[in-house]
Nanobody
Framework: QVQLVESGGGLVQTGGSLRLSCAASGRAFSSLVMGWFRQAPGKEREFVARITRNGGSTYYADSVKGRFTISRDNANNTVYLQMNSLKPEDTAVYYC???????????????WGQGSQVTVSS
């Protein structure tokens, strides 16, 4: 079993930056692919980014490519999402997730955090 706890959300103006953190406990962190999803009001949850076990490869949704950066620190069991040039359409609850395979399909992610609210004001 893996427990994921997000932090770092909040309110920011358009063009600003935020960094989300996700602390993991339980199963060996370095054995897991880590990712971020988000759910905006009235919309379905969508994939944002993922990073492989050793951090050597990342993959992003087109909507965030070039603005968001996912990274991980296996020594401290933490994954990050650095969000720059934020837009109002980035407003959502952001979820950290863990999987045994590199995927963008929600059903293939095994563990989820409780979510962290990010609000971008115009």
């Amino acid at each position: 079993q893996v427990q994921l706890v997000e932090s770092g959300g909040g309110l920011v103006q358009t063009g600003g930056s935020l960094r989300l953190s996700c602390a993991a406990s339980g199963r060996a962190f370095s054995s897991l692919v880590m990712g971020w999803f988000r759910q905006a009001p009235g919309k379905e949850r969508e994939f944002v980014a993922r990073i492989t076990r050793n951090g050597g490869s990342t993959y992003y949704a087109d909507s965030v490519k070039g603005r968001f950066t996912i990274s991980r620190d296996n020594a401290n069991n933490t994954v990050y999402l650095q969000m720059n040039s934020l837009k109002p359409e980035d407003t959502a609850v952001y979820y950290c997730a863990a999987s045994y395979v590199p995927t963008t399909i929600q059903g293939q992610w095994n563990y989820w955090g409780q979510g962290s609210q990010v609000t971008v004001s115009s």
